[in-house]
């Protein structure tokens, strides 16, 4: 009977991925989510670029990282960032900041074959990708917008 309810238990598990957006004030909120969810049990995967995961990779702390899988997409170029340019907004001027939507917007390959590939039972995304809920949908993958912002912050922004 116990052997029956473990396997119960163990079968209500997620595996559940998140993707941000590519400044450090939503990986953050991201990673404390991540946390939170493993702690709970669920198999969760960090969905970023190689730059961007080693130096979260730096600030996390071992455990944390023993519980989180990083799965790096591999940074696409784009006409208007430099060669091995910044990953993130906080490495950019704000003028370049369109072209590193663009970048983000060609991570939707990649991660789409990530998802295909994958067990992920959910998804949760930032506001930026509008590209990635039909994908979710079409994988039969469940997805959810996390937003970083309060309500307050919202309706006062419009």
Do not use: C
């Amino acid at each position: 009977m116990d052997e029956l309810k473990k396997k119960e238990h163990d079968d209500q598990k997620l595996h559940i991925a998140v993707f941000p957006w590519l400044a450090f004030g939503h990986f953050l909120p991201f990673l404390h989510l991540s946390n939170h969810l493993s702690q709970l049990g669920h198999r969760t995967s960090f969905i970023s670029t190689p730059k961007i995961l080693r130096r979260l990779s730096e600030i996390i702390s071992p455990d944390l990282s023993a519980r989180i899988a990083m799965v790096p997409l591999p940074f696409p170029s784009v006409n208007g960032l430099p060669p091995d340019s910044a990953e993130s907004t906080s490495e950019l001027p704000s003028h370049l900041i369109p072209f590193l939507k663009r970048a983000y917007d060609k991570l939707q390959f990649p991660l789409t074959e990530f998802l295909q590939n994958s067990d992920v039972n959910w998804l949760i995304n930032d506001f930026a990708p509008h590209w990635l809920p039909p994908i979710a949908t079409r994988l039969g993958i469940n997805s959810v917008f996390f937003n970083i912002l309060s309500a307050s912050s919202l309706a006062f922004m419009g």
